[in-house]
């Protein structure tokens, strides 16, 4: 069983910055990706970025691109997402993914999902 938790989420003004951070429990050698999504209110949820679990190739979605990095501890079970110059727009539910079957780095299918984290953004 995989587990999931987000925590890192809050207020924060635009032009900003927020650290998401995401512990998956999970046995060793189980993992091939994790990644971020985000819901905002009345819209689809979306792809953020994904990262491979064992090279840190990274994947960045349109809605990640330029000021969000993705990075990950294979070793501490850990993914952070970091994110700059945030932007109203940025307001949404983000939600911490792991996968535990091979497949592309630019894949938005994910087994597991956390239970998200709350990142609103004020003008």
């Known amino acids: 069983q995989v587990r999931l ?4 989420g809050g207020l924060v003004q ?4 927020l650290r998401l951070s995401c512990t998956i429990s999970a046995r060793p050698y189980t993992i091939y990706r ?4 985000r819901q905002a209110p009345k819209k689809e949820r979306e792809l953020v970025a994904t990262i491979d679990w064992r090279f840190a190739n990274t994947y960045y979605a ?3 691109m330029g000021r969000f990095t993705i990075s990950r501890d294979n070793v501490k079970n850990m993914v952070w997402l ?4 945030l932007k109203p727009e940025d307001t949404a539910v983000y939600y911490c993914v792991a996968d535990d ?3 592309s780095i630019s894949s938005t299918t994910f087994t597991y999902w956390g239970q998200g984290t709350q990142v609103t953004v004020s003008s």
């Open 82 to 85: 970091q994110m700059d110059s």
């Open 62 to 64: 349109d809605s990640g």
């Open 101 to 103: 079957n091979l497949r």
């Open 14 to 17: 635009a032009g900003g910055s």
């Open 34 to 37: 994790a990644g971020w999504f």
């Open 5 to 8: 938790e987000e925590y890192g």
